[in-house]
């Protein structure tokens, strides 16, 4: 009788591990019409075309006394003051505080001015008078430790702030290319700098910081004799994105720092200043200022925001729009497979960078155990929902949203043709179709001429896969060997490139 009884729940036992789950395929449309939070093209806070849903993200310079004045006391209205403005528009801010302005005073707390042992520095930078902080002064070193300690823990985990930027030199960029520049005096010292670093990786632990590309020289900054300064996670601002000689000597300094760091921490910058020209046409589609839209240098760089103040100026804000849209994380739910209790979601970012925040698909607001944050482009990754998606409501939810903000996302439908409809290869040429089931044939049409015109295949990774040649109007290309996810392709006609995604699912 015993052994009857064992016998019995063997078989009872096994029964219920052969059984499995069955899963049934879920069907949802879904496009993403908006900019998304935390990416795009970014205004002033005050430049007057902020109410506005081209934008997703508002940038002002800070005061140091604005929020200090005597030691010890901090008084942060101001900043609260902009933080409620901005988010009242459905935006988050960019801050970056700042000491040195051409022009200006700086913006030292006055309880360090009137210190015996402090002396500022005048002199003339961009034609103006200027004042240096000084940087010999201990307490100047210690205050701006101290700052950012009082910063982070009040708006580390604020939903209102996105990033922050820093830096020591004209406008906390990390130059003084004019004006009287003295390392450990009129900029800090190598080793301020390296305690300075440290101090801000322990100290912020969710709001991402950027600095200057700039960095990367060794007159101003410590890296190159202290390379394992690059291990902390910081994210890059190129103050004078897409000028005519970007190739010469701003991309070097992004390859100083590795072109592998947006996976980490976000990329943004600035659209150039370096003349009226770059400023008037950087947003030109389809050869943009010098050759190359936007939409290129975007992917190319992984960027995740852009300052781009004057651009009403000289674009339609459906432009502006286009281009913000191009920058960032977009997800597409590759597929949903949904059981009586359990969802599981094949998820691809097919946008240029990661979302720096945790966020979550979730199923009638029960969330995914594992988070989005850091999901690279180009990858499908699996998650896993203790709910089923059958008749239920699919969200991204992100604690760091303001409230009037959200994440959209692109359903189980097939793309369009081209995932963004500025990223065709040009105005005669595409590929189609595009995404593209593994192992099929993709199709480059629309080549016009007998030229032999190259094309190359780059994995997310940036690693050669397939290099070939074509002379006629549609050639096909076989995917079998190319792994699925986000892809990039390469073509040279009559002298231009042009690259666009290839979506293998």
């Given amino acids: 009788m015993k052994n009857y009884l064992l016998a019995v729940l063997f078989i009872s036992v096994t029964s219920q591990a052969c059984t499995q789950i069955e899963f049934e395929d879920v069907y949802l449309e879904n496009t993403i019409e908006h900019v998304q939070p935390m990416t795009g093209i970014v205004f002033w806070d005050d430049s007057g ?16 006394n604005d929020v200090v004045k005597d030691s ?23 801050f970056r505080f700042r000491y040195v302005y051409p022009g200006y005073e700086t913006s030292v707390p006055d309880y360090i001015l009137n210190r015996d042992d402090y002396h500022e520095t005048v002199g003339i930078s961009e034609g103006k008078e200027t004042h240096f902080p000084d940087w010999e002064n201990e307490e100047l070193q210690r205050f701006t430790l101290e700052f950012y300690t009082k910063f982070s823990e009040r708006y580390d985990n604020d939903p209102r702030l996105a990033f922050i930027q820093v830096g020591f030199g004209l406008w906390a960029e990390y130059h003084i290319y004019d004006g009287p520049f003295i390392l450990g005096k009129t900029f800090p010292s190598k080793e301020f700098q390296e305690e300075f670093f440290y101090h801000l990786d322990t100290t912020f632990k969710n709001i991402p910081w950027n600095i200057s590309i700039d960095a990367a020289d060794d007159t101003y900054s410590p890296f190159i004799t202290k390379p394992e300064l690059k291990n902390i996670k910081f994210g890059l601002f190129d103050d004078s994105f897409m000028h005519k000689d970007h190739a010469s000597w701003n991309e070097l300094e992004w390859n100083f720092f590795g072109r592998e760091r947006y996976k980490i921490s976000p990329a943004g910058g600035e659209f150039s200043y370096y003349s009226n020209y770059d400023q008037a046409h950087v947003l030109d589609y389809p050869d943009g200022p010098y050759g190359t839209p936007f939409e290129t240098w975007a992917l190319n760089f992984h960027i995740t925001y852009m300052i781009g103040n004057d ?31 359990k969802s599981v979601f094949e998820i691809l970012n097919y946008g240029v960078a990661p979302i720096y925040y945790d966020a979550y698909v979730a199923v009638d607001g029960i969330r995914a155990l594992e988070s989005l944050k850091l999901h690279a482009p180009g990858e499908i ?30 359903g189980t439908q097939e793309l ?90």
């Fill in 416 to 505: 369009p043709i081209s995932t963004n409809d500025k990223t065709e290869l040009n105005s005669s040429s595409y590929l189609y179709p595009n995404p593209i089931n593994r192992g099929s044939n993709v199709y480059l049409a629309g080549i016009k001429n007998n030229r032999l015109i190259s094309y190359s295949i780059y994995n997310s990774q940036g690693n050669l896969e397939i290099s070939s040649w074509i002379n006629q109007e549609a050639s096909k290309i076989d995917t079998s060997n190319l792994n699925k996810g986000v892809h990039y392709i390469r073509i040279e006609n009559n002298n231009k490139v042009y690259t666009n995604k290839l979506i293998v699912l």
């Fill in 72 to 94: 010890g006391i901090y008084n942060w209205n101001l900043v609260e003051s902009k933080l409620n403005a901005i988010s009242a528009r459905d935006h988050q801010a960019i």
């Fill in 381 to 410: 990754k699996t998650y896993t929902v203790s709910a089923t998606a059958k008749g239920a409501e699919i969200t991204i939810e992100c604690d760091k949203l303001v409230p009037g903000q959200k994440i959209e996302y692109y």
């Fill in 49 to 64: 075309d902020n109410e506005s849903d081209v934008i997703s993200l508002e940038f002002s310079y800070m005061l140091y």
């Fill in 311 to 341: 651009q009403p100026e000289y674009q339609t804000m459906e432009r502006i729009k286009e281009a913000s849209m191009a920058t960032g994380y977009k997800f597409k739910l590759v597929s949903i497979k949904s059981g009586p209790d």
